[in-house]
């Protein structure tokens, strides 16, 4: 199957400082790329979605300026916190799309591993 | 608002048994519906899935099961095996292109030898 590749994996930092989180599509391009929120026995949250070349459209209650999604390519997306805080300390997922990349007709979303970003 | 819920956070079965795992949803505009298994420290990995205008689909050992008029649907995994201990998600879709999915909390299943 399709994979999807996130870094880094584990990322540790001081409160006010910023953490970039790579997705990466190996083996396909991605024309849309999703990226969750997962808190400790919660369900995912998807935080925005986004298309190659155009801005992510950003969920409820999701900060846009806190975080920052690029979509630079068909196979990478990045997902920027800014000036984390504690409360940011979480398990970020992202998922990558294409008509083509899966066996049904429908565009299937493959996921990354996550990121566990803590947040002193 | 939670629109998928998957009301039993927990569900321990012998291995060899059936294990059945339950979903529902209250979006009537959901028309595709998945299935997801993660482990610790992982993302999710595709299942198995089913669109609204089927009632079952089947893939090995996964079946899921799909009852619109009730707004519920459902996975079998038979035979039960104990790499299949994970959580289990379900999740939904509309149409509209967005492909946005969204997930129900999971259920954690542990299958015992």
């Known amino acids: 199957g399709a994979v999807v590749s996130q870094h880094p994996s584990r990322v540790i930092c001081k409160s006010g400082t910023s953490v970039k989180i790579e997705c990466r599509s190996l083996?396909?391009?991605?024309?849309?790329m999703f990226w969750y929120r997962q808190f400790p026995k919660k369900s995912l949250m998807l935080m925005a979605t986004s298309n190659e070349g155009s801005k992510a459209t950003y969920e409820q209650g999701v900060e846009k300026d806190k975080f920052l999604i690029n979509h630079a390519s068909l196979t990478l997306s990045t997902l920027t916190v800014t000036s984390a805080h504690p409360e940011d300390s979480s398990f970020y997922i992202c998922s990558a799309s294409s008509r083509f990349a899966g066996p049904s007709s429908y565009n299937e979303q493959f996921f990354g591993p996550g990121t566990r970003l803590t947040v002193l | 608002d939670q629109q998928v819920k998957q009301n039993s956070p927990s569900l321990s079965v012998q291995e060899g048994r059936i294990s059945i795992l339950n979903c529902d949803y209250t979006?009537?505009?959901?028309?595709?519906f998945l299935w997801y298994k993660k482990y610790p420290a992982e993302g999710p990995t595709f299942l198995i899935s089913?669109?609204?205008?089927?009632d079952k689909n089947e893939d090995g050992r996964f079946t899921v099961f799909l009852n619109k008029s009730a707004k519920h649907l459902s996975l079998h995994i038979v035979p039960s095996q104990p790499g299949d201990s994970a959580v289990y998600f379900c999740a939904a879709s509309s149409q509209g292109g967005s492909e946005k999915l969204v997930f129900g909390k999971g259920t954690k299943l542990t299958v015992n030898p």
């Open positions: 089913i669109s609204s205008i089927k």
């Open positions: 083996d396909f391009q991605a024309t849309t």
């Open positions: 979006n009537s505009m959901f028309d595709y």
